[in-house]
T-cell receptor, first 112, second 116 residues
């Protein structure tokens, strides 16, 4: 079975600081990786996804993530966060059938 | 990306009544739909997987008689919470996947259920 671990439960940053959220997964086969964002009171939105190809994936709103197969990681990064990035971030993995396993989520609070 | 619509967005019901939540794929045919539950400040937990025209597959610990899932067409799946109790109050989210090799599933906006 696949599992996803997000190491940071709550991250607090000041505006313009750089962000990196960790995500590790366990699954022996080919996986597809996702990062979702959930703003307060809103539904899940896809930030970015990795299926194959270039392991450095760029998503919306200046986010990017790097797939490192040897480390089973898919960390999310943003060079300079804004107050509007305050949200819950979820890493998700699926093994090709569309059924996603989510990490526990990381709450990001950006102080203005 | 493809659009998945859930209805209603929120619902309040009395304890003991049943509530039906709809999940529709608006611009593609969804061979598989997934139902998740999200408790406050927690992650999404998969409840069940439904394939069009067949019985849903429930995850361990999910009561199939409590959470009835029907996937009667390629664009509609429904989740019915039967005899709802306050502990069923939660955020329910569906996702839908089309056919082919794509592994991506598209999420609905979720339904906030409050049982009073």
């Amino acid at each position: 079975a696949q599992s996803v671990s997000q190491h940071n439960h709550h991250v607090i940053l000041s505006e313009a600081a750089s962000l990196e959220l960790g995500c590790n997964y366990s699954y022996g086969g080919t996986v597809n990786l996702f990062w979702y964002v959930q703003y307060p009171g809103q539904h899940l939105q896809l930030l970015l996804k990795y299926f194959s190809g270039d392991p450095l994936v760029k998503g919306i709103k200046g986010f990017e993530a790097e797939f490192i197969k040897s480390k089973f990681s898919f960390n999310l990064r943003k060079p300079s966060v804004q107050w509007s990035d305050t949200a819950e971030y979820f890493c998700a993995v699926n093994a090709g059938a569309g059924k996603s396993t989510f990490g526990d989520g990381t709450t990001l609070t950006v102080k203005p | 990306g493809a659009v998945v619509s859930q209805h209603p967005s929120w619902v309040i019901c009395k304890s003991g009544t049943s509530v039906k939540i709809e999940c529709r794929s608006l611009d593609f045919q969804a061979t598989t739909m997934f139902w998740y539950r999200q408790f406050p400040k927690q992650s999404l937990m998969l409840m069940a997987t439904s394939n069009e025209g067949s019985k849903a597959t429930y995850e361990q610990g999910v009561e199939k008689d409590k959470f009835l899932i029907n996937h009667a067409s390629l664009t509609l799946s429904t989740l019915t919470v039967t005899s709802a109790h306050p502990e069923d109050s939660s955020f329910y989210i569906c996702s839908a996947r089309g056919g082919g090799n794509t592994a991506e599933a598209f999420f609905g906006q979720g339904t906030r259920l409050t049982v009073v």
